[in-house]
């Protein structure tokens, strides 16, 4: 038996079913066989919200306060490289993802209801999905950033025309995050389900080809969102963890050798959690997307595996707006500095400790992941 996509819809929300998906613009909409709910469904919606709400409070608490510290040094005029800039942006976008959390949250609450209109369903998913292409963008713009700038190590021209580009790059990042949002967003309604006054806010496409384009968009964002950037990020922090290795052997301090073996450690963290928080999300969407084109098998045990791991996955890649915070910057000696200048500062300039930290503090110049000596300018 199967069901055209209007009946399918309503038979998944006379079962319950939860509406944060759309956010990822993941709507199983399409014809497929009728199969019984092999998991308790409450069970995963309590479960999901109580993800979202913890990455709401730590998402929200860790960049807000990176973006705090970095506005106070600009403020405080203090001399940094230009890679705080793409670290700025790159809080803001995980910010805004994060402060949207908790309208979905309240969506999840109610079943899938969507209380809020349609402009709100639209402007939400926009403001999400936006912010969300706006974060994978500018870690990878890092990546070729920091590359880069090992490369041109000691080369003090050019410096207003690479900051420049920076900024450019950073404009260029905003707006094709914007126009890979805006087609999904688009296509956004609030429809009434036949199962009593629920509204849901999601994607209703053209009814001539719904599975088209459903898939088309899902192709879109595994392009977007992994495909593209993931390898750009590989790519190029191998460079740099290969740069850092040439150097060591020039310079056989065991010293500057352990520093480095630190810093590759952590160039490797950046891939292992981009991989480990996007992979699985990607991967199932993928399996998705090709068993509605027909290139899978799908059957009742497959159906209900991919629902549930969808919702699973969709909470793992979000966590990746926590653990930002902490690989660009709490592991950044510079940026620990900065925040104790910005709470220690303020209330110790009669004492001697601010003096102390002053004395003690490294050259602005190092690299957020990279303490050796005479380090490279990232």
């Not at 199967?2 to 509406?19: A, I, K, Q």
């Not at 209801?113 to 994978?136: D, M, Q, R, Y």
């Not at 220690?344 to 990279?370: D, P």
Request: aromatic share 12%.
């Amino acid at each position: 038996m199967s069901l055209s996509t209007s009946e399918l819809e309503d038979l998944w929300e006379s079962l319950g079913d939860l509406n944060f998906s759309d956010a990822f613009s993941n709507i199983s909409s399409v014809n497929t066989m009728v199969c019984a709910t092999a998991f308790n469904r409450n069970a995963l919606l309590y479960s999901m919200c109580v993800l979202y709400t913890f990455i709401f409070i730590v998402g929200v608490a860790a960049n807000a306060l990176v973006l705090w510290v970095n506005i106070r040094a600009q403020r405080d005029s203090t001399p940094r490289h230009e890679t705080h800039m793409y670290i700025a942006h790159l809080a803001v976008a995980d910010l805004c993802v994060c402060a949207t959390l908790p309208v979905w949250v309240s969506s999840l609450a109610l079943h899938g209801h969507w209380p809020f209109g349609e402009v709100a369903c639209k402007l939400t998913h926009l403001l999400f999905s936006v912010n969300l292409f706006g974060s994978i963008f500018f870690l990878a713009c890092m990546s070729v950033d920091r590359y880069l700038s090992v490369k041109k190590h000691g080369d003090n021209e050019g410096g207003a025309r690479r900051k420049l580009v920076r900024r450019a790059a950073c404009v260029g990042v905003w707006l094709l995050a914007l126009v890979a949002s805006l087609p999904d967003t688009y296509f956004l309604r609030t429809v009434k389900s036949t199962h009593g006054d629920t509204m849901l806010c999601r994607p209703v496409y053209p009814e001539e080809n719904p599975r088209e384009w459903m898939v088309g968009v899902q192709l879109s964002f595994i392009l977007l969102g992994f495909v593209l950037p993931f390898p750009v990020i590989a790519v190029f922090y191998a460079l740099l963890a290969r740069a850092f290795t040439r150097s060591s052997s020039s310079s056989p301090s065991s010293t500057v050798e352990q520093e480095r073996r630190v810093s590759r450690r952590v160039i490797l963290a950046y891939i292992v959690v981009f991989l480990g928080c996007w992979g699985p999300y990607h991967g199932v969407l993928l399996v998705d997307a090709l068993s509605q084109l027909g290139l899978v098998p799908l059957t009742c045990g497959l159906e209900n595996v991919i629902y549930v791991a969808l919702h699973l996955t969709q909470c793992l890649s979000l966590l990746h707006c926590c653990f930002n915070p902490i690989l660009y910057n709490f592991i950044n000696r510079n940026y620990r500095y900065d925040l104790m200048k910005a709470f220690i500062f303020k209330y110790s300039t009669r004492t001697g400790l601010a003096r102390l930290i002053e004395a003690s503090n490294m050259s602005e110049t190092e690299y957020s992941a990279v303490a050796v000596e005479n380090p490279p300018q990232i």
